[in-house]
């Protein structure tokens, strides 16, 4: 197994720029998780779906953010406009429903706005 | 109130030491727990569960305390290699998210 898949990798834009980031969860995992990370507030929870449908995004800071997820296999975060206290690490994570819900993270996307 | 609570370290250990982190939580119902370990500049990775019996692997122990409500994490004859952020996290009931705090950094000496 592939494991959970985000693209880019990192990410350096200028403020004001629309910023979209990816992500392919595990193949038959039915959750999807958007995490952001900084130093100062941690592992932050932004938005989770489940078969494709957004459950909770009360962790979305602003407007600015979105998320989609138009297939069990593919879903974006997008920021615009984007600002420098945007910058983080934006993980996606996906599990499975039932008694193994062990989440499974990517390897985050590592973003600078500048 | 936060759900986990870790001193955030670092803990600074001799390579071959023996060394213990805690996590209180909040809430009382939490049955089970997982720990997570997070390298530099990685996603986190589950490390173990642990359950009301506790969990063993390796060199690794954890241990659930309901009475006084924290989870506890040994780690025996540290590595380099153990160098990295332990993130205590409930497992919650339901399909609801993992909700992370900020762990305890490690750091294990030569």
């Known amino acids: 197994d592939a494991g959970v898949i985000q693209s880019p990798r990192h990410e350096v834009t200028e403020m004001g720029q629309e910023v979209t980031l990816r992500c392919k969860p595990i193949s038959g995992h039915d959750y999807l998780f958007w995490y952001r990370q900084t130093m100062m507030r941690g592992l932050e929870l932004l938005i989770y779906?489940?078969?494709?449908?957004?459950?909770?995004d009360s962790g979305m800071p602003e407007d600015r953010f979105s998320a989609k997820m138009p297939n069990a296999s593919f879903s974006t975060l997008k920021i615009q406009p984007s600002e420098p206290r945007d910058s983080a690490v934006y993980f996606c994570?996906?599990?499975?429903?039932?008694?193994?819900?062990?989440?499974?993270f990517g390897p985050g996307t590592r973003l600078t706005v500048l | 109130r936060k759900e986990v609570e870790q001193d955030p370290g670092p803990f600074n250990v001799p390579e071959g030491a023996t060394v213990a982190f805690n996590c209180t939580y909040s809430?009382?119902?939490?049955?089970?727990f997982f720990w997570y370990r997070q390298d530099c500049r990685k996603e986190p990775k589950l490390l173990m569960s642990v359950y009301s019996s506790g969990n063993e692997d390796g060199r690794f122990t954890a241990q659930l305390n309901r009475a006084s409500q924290y989870i506890s994490l040994l780690i025996r004859d540290s590595k380099l290699s153990d160098s990295a952020t332990y993130l205590c996290v409930p497992r919650n009931s339901g399909n609801t998210p993992l909700v992370f705090g900020k762990g305890t950094r490690l750091s294990v000496i030569a």
């Open positions: 779906f489940n078969n494709n449908v957004p459950i909770d």
């Open positions: 809430n009382s119902a939490s049955q089970s």
């Open positions: 994570a996906s599990r499975t429903s039932g008694e193994t819900d062990t989440q499974y």
